[in-house]
């Protein structure tokens, strides 16, 4: 069966610190591979989305970025933190039909 | 492009009682609609799901929907609530015709109360 896993669980970094949560997804190959952002009241919102291996797409414009090194890996980076992106990042996956699957979810206050 | 909209953030009742939570969506495609609920300081988990065929869809945990397309809706429902049931829960949307990226309502938290 195919699992997520996804780390730090949280994580509390100082403004203008870098920024890095991973995600790996184990028991398929070729996944369609996702991040989302859960703010408080603002439901969640799509930030990245990878179809392959280095092919990534930005939902929104914002201070991170993100990258898919391996087939099953996808990284959640930034250079410099601000206080707003503070937040619930939840890694997701889907293989095939229309199903996709969450992760456990990052916790990241950026102090 | 596709919405969802959930009324009321908060939705509270009482142990036994009728579960009901509102789901309208907004797609100018045939749309997948899914139920994912959110338990504290945990990812998401699938409930349910409609794609095509049957418009009553049952999920997980006693938990069903019902996709009206004439009310754009895909309502939430349990008949009786459980204190395990307390949690966020979340409407999404998708009808890409090519990748799927879920749109999702900004989530209704259920409160049970004894």
């Known amino acids: 069966s195919q699992t997520i896993h996804q780390w730090p669980a949280t994580l509390v970094q100082p403004v203008g610190s870098p920024l890095s949560l991973e995600c790996t997804v184990e028991g398929t190959s070729n996944p369609n591979l996702y991040w989302y952002r859960q703010a408080a009241g603002r439901g969640l919102q799509l930030l990245f989305y990878?179809?392959?291996?280095?092919?990534i797409s930005s939902e929104v414009p914002q201070n991170l970025s993100a990258s898919r090194p391996q087939d099953r890996q996808f990284i959640l980076s930034s250079k410099k933190l601000l206080l707003s992106d503070s937040g619930f990042y939840l890694c997701?996956?889907?293989?095939?039909?229309?199903?996709?699957?969450f992760g456990e979810g990052s916790w990241l206050t950026v102090v | 492009a596709q919405s969802v909209t959930q009324l009321g953030s908060h939705v509270s009742v009482s142990e036994g009682a009728l579960v009901l939570l509102r789901c309208n969506y907004s797609s100018s495609v045939p749309p997948y609609l899914f139920w994912y609920v959110q338990y504290p300081n945990q990812g998401l988990q699938l409930l349910l799901k409609?794609?095509?065929?049957?418009?009553l869809v049952k999920g997980i945990n006693g938990f069903e929907a019902e996709f009206k397309k004439s009310e754009t809706s895909f309502h939430l429902t349990k008949p009786s609530a459980h204190m395990s049931d307390a949690a966020e829960y979340f409407c999404a949307v998708s009808g890409d015709t090519g990748f799927q990226k879920l749109v999702f309502g900004t989530g209704t938290r259920l409160l049970v109360s004894p």
């Open positions: 990878s179809v392959g291996i280095g092919q």
């Open positions: 409609y794609t095509t065929g049957a418009t």
């Open positions: 997701a996956w889907r293989v095939s039909g229309n199903t996709i699957y």
